[in-house]
């Protein structure tokens, strides 16, 4: 069974940094895409950043040159490192895999970020 699971997140000031982790377990890997949302309240989901399965990055407009997106393939997990962190980051952010045209959630992540 796919699973992931999240850490990382909390509170921080503005401009500081945090780095959230996505462990991805019951599934090959290395060949699949990753991709992080986030949702902020009343907010629609949306697309923060993706690493692919040839590790070619994207990155939202709003969040490039601020967040790095990377996988580590020993540990099966996929990490968001975000720096130089705006209030406007505050969102709960979600991990996701697809695999078999499914879509395979993380539980959610939350991160504040305080002026």
């Known amino acids: 069974q796919v699973q992931l699971v999240q850490s990382g997140g909390g509170l921080v000031q503005a401009g500081g940094s945090l780095t959230l982790s996505c462990a991805v377990s019951?599934?090959?890997?290395?060949?699949?895409?990753i991709h992080w949302y986030r949702q902020a309240p009343g907010q629609q989901r949306e697309l923060v950043a993706v690493?692919?399965?040839?590790?070619?990055?994207y990155y939202a407009d709003s969040v490039k040159g601020r967040f790095t997106i990377s996988r580590d393939y020993f540990k099966n997990t996929v990490f968001l490192q975000m720096n130089s962190l705006k209030p406007e980051d505050t969102a709960v952010y979600y991990c996701?895999?697809?695999?078999?045209?499914?879509?395979?959630w993380g539980q959610g992540t939350q991160v504040t970020v305080f002026s």
């Open positions: 996701k895999i697809d695999i078999n045209f499914r879509e395979y």
């Open positions: 690493i692919f399965s040839g590790d070619d990055t």
């Open positions: 019951g599934s090959v890997f290395s060949n699949k895409d």
